[in-house]
């Protein structure tokens, strides 16, 4: 057998090994190729010219990494990467090239630069043939994800990282992580346009130098968005941080300020380190992956993950921050194992210091948690501290996640955005520009909570239970049961650059940690905070638990026949997908009886049986917390319930007085349920949701464009009512507020008295309903309204006292337009207070106030 037969035999027998022992992962898409310069069999027979020919490139010489690539291109069915590369002159015997080349006959004394030789020669043939390209796709390909620090010894010499393994090792990888391998083809680029841009733009380097160094920068940026940057041990983390200028001023500051020696106010410093910094493992890592994977599959029917691309577009060119909602202690654990299992670093998180617990908190610090407290409040050097670690976390492009809204949503409903965390992130930000930074708002939507019951009470009035070992071991002892689906769905990013450029402080530099931002950035900040939380929002996920209690809540006694229930769960799907909320929302494709019989699976819901036809309702106990599932998409079907509701209430509407009473209610619902419309694009909307419903029957319209509602008593009718009920709530919420402060009169009342009376008053009115709906006396939704009524100019705050115009008096008279005589009537007899019932009324607050902190006194 001749030399090249053996080569032949050897590369087959190789590829058959490796195919046994590999079993790789591709991450993202293979490239489209439409050339045809490997249609040709394994005799390697001549293949019809082409002037596009395809050129993998790798990083780093490995034989094994070429041939893995191959035996992936033969699956792909794409160009082979060990075919040759024939066109006129052009004779080459393999299509992949490495940037590190190895010159086997000099192995002592290696040249400087040493490019490969097939790009010479290629660079070359593009001289001579002027109708030649030379598509270059870079490939990535790890060998189990390079671990900074890891248990295992045989790990820790065997898995890839940065540096290029020898034989022995890579073997050694082969063995060891051939079910952990990833590759990951890259946009491929023209080798002639960077060829002419580098004779153009860089005419002192030779052509071959900047493709290698450009290839080299690019491949570089994808690993670390991988691998992540190379990170040191916690303990030389600390041991920079704690050596840093300002934190070395703080530590003479706090000295001063508590009249201590710098030896203790620097132990101080090192305490505060100890409590913060992560001890990120990729151990940790690993047996956590192994760990939930188990987990999800008893757990939950599925993870469903949408629109991940967006991330792995921004992987290399960006500092990403994800920013999602938080709905349960799973989120943490959730997202990392999504972005993980895609292939991408897990993040650094900002968790709670309530979480700092034993075993847990190490447990956590090894996936990448860093603890935070809830208040910086009298502690300098602890901000101090904080910020240091932050800047030097987001200076080595370290991907970050903290959740915009503080704390978990008790309500399902999106909390006002938090802006502390924001807040350092531009100032480290301003204090030294790595890469440019991207906010990924990402929607987290569960079928059933773990931590459902403990939500319950808390939203019926019993103070917040700290976390603990047992609660932990209490929430583990509900694995058994089955939760349903979750979602993961990443929203439109939010660049950070093009916020601080809208405000015209994109130009904003922070010298140190301890200058403070300037006020102009504060728009900024805020304007953020809000894009980020809208954003999340347009990215909800409607599942079949979230319509059933849209639907089966909005009834008098939770209950609804199957065919009508089935017929209105259909409505709201057919709704949602005629005109979707948001490109990046998604609909459960279940039909209204499949999602019943999903319902009932998941004993949320009960089949009553009947002679004339079974009827459904929702389990007992379950009905509050149905709330909290409803809330998660109220905002999608807000704007038509609103419609439903006008419509319905005044029999007959003219097109034109419907957009003008839903111009004057909008500002209110927008800032309560974070609506993604724009005031002035409103009534193109409108039209379209009113068209809908006229489409499927629940309104008519005549000639002229008056709007009708359905006969009483008729089918159409009773599903107009269902769909009308969500926005109610919110509505006398609001004229519940205005009446409170028109019947004291102006600047007779109080900004916090409104608050505290509003909740007491919600309170009170929520038992009016046929079950406690929580949200509805949310202090945080009464301070939204009155922001709201100040922004608009409503009323004005003076020493504290709402002075207010003829314009909110106008409102609170046109309530009729959407509420009922009864509801106005009660309304107004529930908020007339004389002198001394609202001393009483206020004294029974701090009553409540002072009921609740003895408990929690108590507790601690």
Known sequence: MDQSGFTKLSRRLSSKLLNFAVKPHLLGEAPQQKSTQNQQSEAQTETAPSTKLTLYVLQNYSRSNAILLDNETKRQGIDRALYPLNFANVHEKKSVIFLQHRNENNLLNPPAHNFPPRLIRLIEALDANPELDIELVPV??????????EDSWLKLLFTDSWSTPSKIKQLANIGIHGRQTYI???EGRSLRQLVDYAKVQHPNLSPATFVVS??????DSRREAVLGPDLSDRRNVMQSLIKSRDIQEAIIQESIRKKISVEEAERLAIGHLNEIVSDYSYSAIRFAESTLTRLWTQLYDGVEVHNFSTVRELADKYE????????????????????YKRGLMVPYIAAGDNLNLPFVGQLLRGGGAFFIRRSFTGAPLYTAVFKEYLFSILSRNTPLEYFIEGGRSRTGRLLPPKTGMLAMTVHSHLRERAKPIAFIPTYIGYERLMEGGTYIGEMQGKPKEAESIFGIVKTLRKIERIFGKVHVNFGEPVFLDDVLKQHGVENTVIHNNKDSLPPEVSGAISTAAHEIIVNINRAAVINPVTLLSLVLLATSKHTLDEDTCAAQLDIYQKLAQQLPYDERS??????????????LKLKLIKRIKHALGDIIGIEDNQAVLLTYFRNNILHLYILPSLIAALVEHNGRLERSDLINVIKALYPFLQAEFFIKWDSKALEPIIDQYADALVEAKLMTVDHEQTLYSPTPNSEQHKQLLILAKPVKQSLERYFMTITLITQRGSGKISTKQVEELSHLLGQRLSVLYDFNSPEFFDKALFQGFLKVLTQLNYIEINEGLIDYRERLSNIAQNAHLVLDEDTLHMLEHITTFDDDELKAALEAVAQQKTSRLRKKAKKK
């Open 586 to 599: 998604q609909v459960t494709p279940l039909s209204g009886k499949e999602m019943i019989a999903y319902g």
């Open 140 to 149: 990535t390909i790890l060998w189990g994800r390079a671990p900074d620090k």
């Open 214 to 219: 450009h290839l080299n920068d690019y491949l």
């Open 184 to 186: 990951e083809f890259h």
């Open 320 to 339: 990403i921050i994800y920013t999602p909602c938080h709905r349960s202690h799973i989120d943490y654990l959730l997202l990392s194992y999504v972005i």
